[in-house]
């Protein structure tokens, strides 16, 4: 289990002063969920994010994985990105299969386990294409498939189908729920979708912001397996009007906010 203990994050303005990105954010993440954090721009999704990666060092508080506290990036981790970050001078398999051979594992093993993720994620043909012969939603299969290939017991994705189209993006939540189901990893997913996060996730972290903490956390009641027919329901409806209503009050007193200190300035 992932503990987020009390984790406040400071940085540096230019100024000198300290800006509290994070303050005291604290929940547990079950093993094998699903859970997302959503947010506004400026809540700390991301940083949390990294946070749990080992990335980023937390000013305040840890992050505890099975009790052990997380002092940096780690075999048991691996992230997905929203931009897609594959290696343009590699073919695909060989980007599925770069971060085995980062860890010592023999080319061939490591593209045998490449070429079995490039199937999990519906690529089969494509071994031996280059990350600009393919779709924004292939590149995004393919860092899924990276990070699935070294077999990491929680996954974490930082708003990784933000970029795509939206038939596209729906598609591939489709395909992360299938894998997800049979993979049964931990998932830790940062969104700005209210829709994606009731219809990926058993529970949905709302941050607040300035600084960024826990608004509220959400149960999604609704049953596994997860069909995408799901969305046409009243109780999917309620969720997202819930989670909206939430956003809608956070980003209000914030604009209110900003008003009020630009009006200061201008006095």
Known sequence: ?????????????RDGTDFAALSNVEFPIRDGEFLSILGPSGCGKTTLLKII??????????????????KGPGPDRAMVFQTFVLLPWADVIGNIAFGLELRGVGRKAAREVASTQLEKVG???????????????????????????VNPEILLMDEPFGALDAQTRQLMQEDLLNIWQEEQKTVVFVTHSMDEAVYLSDRVVIMDTHPGRVEEIVDVPMPRPRDPDVRRTPEFSELTSHMWDKLRDILKRDQATAAAEAAKKGA
């Open 123 to 149: 690529l089969t043909g494509f071994e031996h294409h280059y990350p600009h012969e393919l779709s924004g939603g292939m590149q995004q299969r393919v860092g899924l498939a990276r990070a699935l290939a």
């Open 1 to 13: 289990m992932i503990k987020v203990d009390k984790v406040s994050k400071y940085f540096q303005k």
């Open 53 to 70: 990666e080992g990335l980023v060092k937390p000013s305040e508080g840890a992050i505890l994985i099975n009790d052990q506290p997380v």
